[in-house]
């Protein structure tokens, strides 16, 4: 990667006390696109690891003796820093994620949408003093910040997915150890050289990369100085980090996954809905937690709405994330193509009906095809599980009370969409949903104003907005007494 403009973003070890820290055995990131090696990164070792969480608790203390107004104004550095970088820290994710590059320059914005909005929000910790209860005694919260927040983050937003928990935490008076995936690590190296450059002191912000996720994340949820535990991931893993973190009674926060549902009813308006379902099922070439999973038409609409999904689907180009007309690009490995692959065959074969695209994944490539496959009968696979492509499942339903028992009838409640003009429903629809998130006439939900985040298998915690801070602060009682002279 010589092309960038700023050569000291990419970076090939793990980052540890304002430290890079190299190491013996290596592993090779690839191009999702073309498969070809583009960095080797050195595999972060047991030791470093401890060396990561102890520089972490000491830099923690004097972390929060800094004013909110310090913090802030070191965060905000930290955000001009990849302001100004945003095109070599893209094209980096781009190399080693895949998705386009405007997708990753989105990302770098709404990543930095984070530290802007942490940064205010470390100005806004405030305390209460109740009124007298008893005479003579008063009640007082102190909050303070919980200490060393251990993260494990995906490789499918590896920006953003950083700078939403690690700008929380720097806010709240936290330090910050976080594993990014193996698959993305380049993303988060470049985040820290920035932080670094910003003023961040040395400790309070690490980044470990390694391969050995499991070895990794047992060291970083049983640690007794990791006082926070925070992943974003799929479920399976979650549940087992979650465990983990019991012995030593850790706070956890758990960003799972999803299986959102995207209601169209009759009363929709269906341009508008038909742009709203492409625009979240193809960000990230449908690699979010909130894609529409799901695609449930009310019967009176749902022959037009496809007639006009397929008309807009055609129009879409896919290629090389790098290349500049490519409006989606690959999956993240050949091996999640072939997963997509076997979940689009075996709604097939249960009696879903190929409307659009195809199943003529090439098996030597992470390269999905846009894939629409209408009247998929509930309950099969493909809607229990989380797609992760570019492959749209229809469901044709009659009435308002039966598609949401079906949308609800999953063990997820990440996100959740509806298409209606009518108010009365969005109240009876909102609130009978069981999901952490619902966009109304909306698909694009994400954004630091919005507390994100899950019920049910899909987790708990909110990330971004003013609850984003909360698990973060630990909230002490004082209770006073006041005696008469
Ligand atoms: C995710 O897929 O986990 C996050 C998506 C988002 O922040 O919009």
């Known amino acids: ?88 820290l893209a094209l980096i994710m781009t190399r080693e994620q895949g998705k386009t590059l405007p997708d990753a320059k989105g990302e770098i914005i709404y990543g930095k949408g984070f530290i802007d909005w942490f940064a205010e929000e470390a100005k806004r910790i405030y305390s209460d003093t109740t009124s007298n209860h008893i005479e003579h005694k008063s009640v007082q919260t102190i909050k303070q910040p919980i200490g060393v927040v251990g993260a494990i983050t995906p490789w499918n937003f590896p920006n953003a997915m950083i700078t939403r928990k690690a700008a929380a935490a720097l806010a709240a008076g936290c330090s910050f150890v ?20 910003a003023g961040i002191p040395d400790g309070v912000f690490n980044v470990i ?23 974003t991931g799929s479920t399976k893993v979650g549940k087992l980090l979650n465990k983990q973190c019991a012995n030593s009674i850790k706070k956890v926060s758990l960003e799972l996954g999803g299986n959102a549902p995207f209601i169209v009813f009759d009363d929709a308006n269906i341009e508008h809905a038909v742009d709203a379902l492409v625009a979240a099922k193809l960000r990230n070439c449908g690699q979010t937690c909130i894609s529409p999973n799901r695609v449930y038409l009310q019967h009176n609409i749902a022959s037009t709405f496809k007639t006009k999904l397929v008309a807009a689907l055609k129009q879409i180009k896919q290629g090389n994330g790098e290349c500049q007309d490519s409006q989606i690009a690959c999956l993240i490995h050949k091996k999640a193509a072939e997963k997509v692959h076997q979940l689009a065959e075996s709604a097939i074969k249960n009696g879903g009906k190929l409307i659009h695209g195809g199943l003529t994944k090439s098996p030597d490539s992470s390269f999905y095809p846009i894939t629409v496959i209408d009247e998929v009968p509930h309950g099969i696979d493909i809607t229990q599980c989380e797609i992760f492509g570019p492959l749209f499942t229809l469901i044709t339903f009659n009435e308002e009370r039966e598609v949401i028992d079906q949308a609800n009838d999953t063990e997820f409640g990440l996100a959740s969409y509806i298409f209606t003009e009518n108010a009365n429903r969005v109240y009876r629809v909102t609130t009978a949903l069981e999901y952490g998130m619902i966009g109304v006439n909306d698909s694009a939900i994400s954004h630091p104003i919005a507390p994100f985040g899950g019920i049910k298998h899909s987790g708990f915690g909110k990330e971004g907005s003013k609850y984003g801070l909360d698990d973060y602060l630990i909230i002490k009682a004082v209770t006073q007494k006041f005696y008469h002279q």
């Open 178 to 197: 976080v594993k990014p995936a193996s698959e993305t690590p380049l993303s988060a190296l470049a985040l820290a050289e920035l932080a670094r450059q």
């Open 209 to 231: 990369v390694g391969t050995n996720s499991q070895k990794i994340g047992e060291q970083l949820t049983t640690h007794k100085k990791i006082n926070k535990f925070t992943f």
């Open 1 to 88: 990667m010589n092309d960038l403009k700023s050569p000291a973003l990419l970076k090939s070890c793990s980052f540890i006390n304002g430290q890079w820290q190299e190491a013996l055995d290596k592993f090779d990131v690839y191009n999702p696109a073309n498969n070809e090696v583009i960095a080797q990164i050195s595999e972060v070792s047991a030791e470093q690891i401890d060396n990561a969480i102890e520089a972490a608790s000491v830099a923690q203390k004097k972390w929060q003796q800094k004013t909110s107004f310090q913090r802030a104004e070191i965060l905000q550095n930290w955000s001009a820093l990849i302001d100004q970088h945003q095109d070599d």
